[in-house]
Every structure is written in C-alpha cells, then in structure tokens.
T-cell receptor, first 116, second 114 residues
Framework: GAVVSQHPSRVICKSGTSVKIECRSLDFQATTMFWYRQFPKQSLMLMATSNEGSKATYEQGVEKDKFLINHASLTLSTLTVTSAHPEDSSFYIC????????????FGPGTRLTVT | GENVEQHPSTLSVQEGDSAVIKCTYSDSASNYFPWYKQELGKGPQLIIDIRSNVGEKKDQRIAVTLNKTAKHFSLHITETQPEDSAVYFCAASMGNFGNEKLTFGTGTRLTIIP
C-alpha cells in the first residue's frame, strides 16, 4: 500500500506557542489530504480537507485561524496549531489520497501533541 | 450528515475463532466503506474496503459484506490470531473513492485470547 509519514511523532510545547506538524505522501502524489484529531479511546474526528493548491475546507466547529493548513505540494501538507492551549493536546493524524493509492485514504502514524 | 454506528464496542474471542463487527450507516448516498485497524499509538491501517456495487469482498482471513438495502456492512475475521488484537473502525463515504471525506464509527476493541 501507499506510505504516509508524519513529523514529528511526538511534540511537547508550552501554552501560547505554535507548533507545526508535517504530513508527507512518500510514494504517491496526494491530491487530497485530510487532518483528524483523536482523543484517548475515541474515534477519529475530521478537522479539515485540503486539496493541493487550494484552501482547506474546515469542518463545523474547527477554528481555521487556530488550525492553519497548507497543502503546498502533491506530497506535503502541514498543520500549524497556533497559540496552543492544554485543551489542544491530542493525537493528530493525517491521511492522503491520490490516484496511485487507488484513491483510498492512507493514514500517517500520527503526532502526539502535549501542551503544558 | 452521515452517521455511522458500530457494534460491539469491545469483543473478546478465543484464538482461532471468528470475530464479527457490524456497522450501520444512515445516508443511502454513501458508496464507499473501508475498514481500518489501529494499534495503540499508531495511525489507522486500511485492511479492506468495499464499494456499493459489490456485496462481498474477501482477502485471506478478512471479509467484508455489504447490504445496501438495510444500510449495514460487517467485517469478518476468521482463524483469529493474537496479532489481530487492535481497535477496528468502520467508515463510510459518499464518494466513490477515498478522496471524499470519511465518517467513522466509534470503534471496536478486539482482544484475541491465546
């Protein structure tokens, strides 16, 4: 199957600072990338959908000015959590979809964000 | 919007027995139904998927069935092994492909008892 990576795998930041998470499709071109967050023992909640070269579409209730998404190339999308607060602590997971992957969604390994 | 319900929330089976996880969806426009396996601290892994023009799909020990009339689909794992222990999520999408957003079920924690 297609391979998606995320970096970093874990990050700890102080309240009020910003943190950037990268999502890369390693062996295919991802025309669409998705960002999810997952709280412990819960399901995945979609935050936003991004298509290469265009603005992300955010789900209802997700603050677009707080969670900045950039899908600048067919292999890279970034999520920046701005002015992070402890309640932003979560597991953030990206997925990617593109023609080589058969258009299925393949997920990255996730990023554990802890805001202190 | 779409709503996906998943049952059971936890499931324990003896090694070698079969496991079945069921999902129902609300929107008849949904056309694509993937299943994901998630191990602790990792991202979900696509294990099998089915599209609305197919009633059943099998891949070795894993099979998925779809009943569009009843709006439910199920994951079947036969000859279970300890490495099958994980959380399993079903999902539904209104697109024909995975480049449409997915609505996930609540997950099933499967434990295989050696």
């Amino acid at each position: 199957g297609a391979v998606v990576s995320q970096h970093p795998s874990r990050v700890i930041c102080k309240s009020g600072t910003s943190v950037k998470i990268e999502c890369r499709s390693l062996d295919f071109q991802a025309t669409t990338m998705f960002w999810y967050r997952q709280f412990p023992k819960q399901s995945l909640m979609l935050m936003a959908t991004s298509n290469e070269g265009s603005k992300a579409t955010y789900e209802q209730g997700v603050e677009k000015d707080k969670f900045l998404i950039n899908h600048a190339s067919l292999t890279l999308s970034t999520l920046t959590v701005t002015s992070a607060h402890p309640e932003d602590s979560s597991f953030y997971i990206c997925s990617a979809s593109g023609d080589r992957s058969g258009y299925e969604q393949y997920f990255g390994p996730g990023t554990r964000l802890t805001v202190t | 919007g779409e709503n996906v319900e998943q049952h059971p929330s936890t499931l324990s089976v003896q090694e070698g027995d079969s496991a079945v996880i069921k999902c129902t969806y609300s929107d008849s426009a949904s056309n694509y139904f993937p299943w994901y396996k998630q191990e602790l601290g990792k991202g979900p892994q696509l294990i099998i998927d089915i599209r609305s023009n197919v009633g059943e799909k099998k891949d070795q020990r894993i099979a998925v069935t779809l009943n569009k009339t009843a709006k439910h689909f199920s994951l079947h794992i036969t000859e279970t092994q300890p490495e099958d222990s994980a959380v399993y999520f079903c999902a539904a999408s209104m697109g024909n492909f995975g480049n449409e957003k997915l609505t996930f079920g609540t997950g099933t924690r499967l434990t295989i008892i050696p």
